[in-house]
Structure formats: structure tokens, C-alpha cells
């Protein structure tokens, strides 16, 4: 049994103090039958309806991919180009948990879970999001800095970022950076280096909180397990 907000806002129809809102104003009924008060507790065969929809039960999944360049982060594209969505071999209707540019790799959870994305993709949450860059260029500490401290995009300062300059080739003229963010704006790591006047070449996401891609090559998935999801609500606790 759980309670009814949790089960609504799992359904990714509301979050769960909207849920609670909904509830009170009467807009959700089990079996037919309004409920008007927090508590109520539900069984996986309730029917619940929230403003006379039926709420979608089904089994939650989550999916860690390693995503490829080439791929777009939707569940469709009027282009005809692939999806996330369709590498993964999955009857439910699942969706990427925040969004990895077409040309950027590595780890992207997708889920059916609308609670659990939106927990995943609030920057409050602190869950460390680790990119590895191919940049343009070599950074002078005074730019390094800039990007620990926060860069202004769209008129807003980014959090702290961690930074750790991992290669120079100065042949070459490209260094490989190693930043650390909790943020998901877009396109942000390339707009935070462009800010320091450093082009991105190639862009990798190699980490989420405790997931990695060991094991995953390019364009494979495995599915999370309970004890991965429920660590990572514990994270953000
Ligand atoms: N930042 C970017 O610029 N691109 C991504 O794909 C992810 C983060």
C-alpha cells in the first residue's frame, strides 16, 4: 500500500504537493469514490482518477544507457532520426531524465517514473552530474576559476562546479577537462567553457550520482536496480 499523492505523483501527472492540492479540492477519486483528505493509503489494483483521467499504473522502470553521438534525447523525432527512447527494448512508455545533446555521449537514465525524473533533474537535489570534455584550447588558472565559481547564463549564475583539467596536449592545442555540475541547463557545459572563450570538441557524460558506465559500450542499457533507485532518493534526502 502507499500513499495516494505518492502513487499520483509516481504517475508523473503531478508533483506530490500538487497531488496533495488535488486531493483537497476534490479532483481524485478511488474506485469511483472522492477523496478529500491526505493519508489515504492505495493498493496497486485501486483504480485512481485524477480530474476524471484514469491514472496509469503501470510497473515503474528505470534504464541506464550509454548513449551514442547521433542520438536524439526525445521519445520521438519528426526528422526520423533515432531516438534514446528506441535503443531500449521496452513496451512501457519511457522518457530520458533530463537531456544529453545530439552529439554528446554517456549516461542517461530514462524511466517511466515521472517523481523519480523530476527528483533526478531538480538542481537542489545535488546529484553530482560528471562530464569529461574535449575542449579547444588550454585553461588559465583565472578561467578554471570562472568555472568553479559560476558562470551567468541566461541572466543566472551556475552553482559551484568542481573542475580538474585531465590532459593538456599542447601539440594539439586541446586539453580534457573533467566538470562536475548539478545543474542540467541547456547545452550548459558547452556555454560554461564557451563563457571562458574554449570551444567543446567532444563531450561525454560519465557519471550520474554513483552510476557509471562501466560495463555499458556505446549504445548499450542495463535496467537500474530497486537498491540503485533507492539509493539514489536517499541522495537527495
Ligand atoms: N551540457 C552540454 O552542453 N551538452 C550536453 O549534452 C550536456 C550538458
Known amino acids: 500500500m502507499e500513499r495516494l499523492q505518492k502513487v499520483i505523483a509516481s504517475c508523473g501527472v503531478a508533483s506530490r504537493r500538487k497531488a496533495e492540492e488535488l486531493i483537497l479540492a476534490k479532483k481524485v477519486t478511488v474506485n ?50 533515432t531516438t534514446v527512447v528506441s535503443l531500449i527494448n521496452e513496451d512501457k512508455r519511457i522518457y530520458p531524465v533530463g537531456r544529453l545533446d545530439y552529439d554528446t555521449t554517456g549516461a542517461l537514465i530514462l524511466t517511466n517514473d515521472g517523481e523519480f525524473a523530476n527528483m533526478m533533474m531538480h538542481p537542489s537535489n545535488n546529484i553530482d552530474k560528471v562530464y569529461v570534455a574535449k575542449i579547444k584550447g588550454i585553461l588559465l588558472p583565472s ?90 532518493y536517499v541522495l537527495v534526502k
Not at 476524471?52 to 528505470?62: H, S, T
Not at 570538441?201 to 549504445?219: H, P, Q, V, W
Request: hydrophobic fraction near 35%.
Open 32 to 81: 469511483g469514490r472522492v477523496v478529500s483528505e491526505l493519508g489515504v493509503k492505495v493498493s496497486d489494483k485501486d483504480i485512481i482518477e485524477v480530474n476524471g483521467e484514469r491514472l496509469n499504473r503501470e510497473e515503474k522502470v528505470y534504464y541506464l544507457l550509454n548513449k551514442p553521438r547521433g542520438v536524439i534525447t526525445s521519445t520521438t523525432d519528426d526528422k526520423g532520426r
Open 143 to 232: 578561467e578554471i576559476m570562472q568555472l568553479k565559481k559560476g558562470i551567468v547564463l541566461d541572466g543566472v549564475k551556475t552553482s559551484n562546479a568542481k573542475v580538474k583539467v585531465k590532459k593538456i596536449d599542447k601539440e594539439n592545442n586541446t586539453s580534457i577537462v573533467e566538470l562536475i555540475i548539478h545543474e542540467g541547463k541547456n547545452h550548459q557545459v558547452k556555454r560554461m567553457f564557451e563563457a571562458v572563450g574554449k570551444d567543446v570538441i567532444k563531450l561525454k557524460r560519465e557519471r550520474i550520482a554513483f552510476l557509471d558506465l562501466r560495463g555499458l559500450n556505446s549504445g548499450e542499457y542495463r535496467k537500474l536496480s530497486h537498491k540503485e533507485v533507492s539509493q539514489l
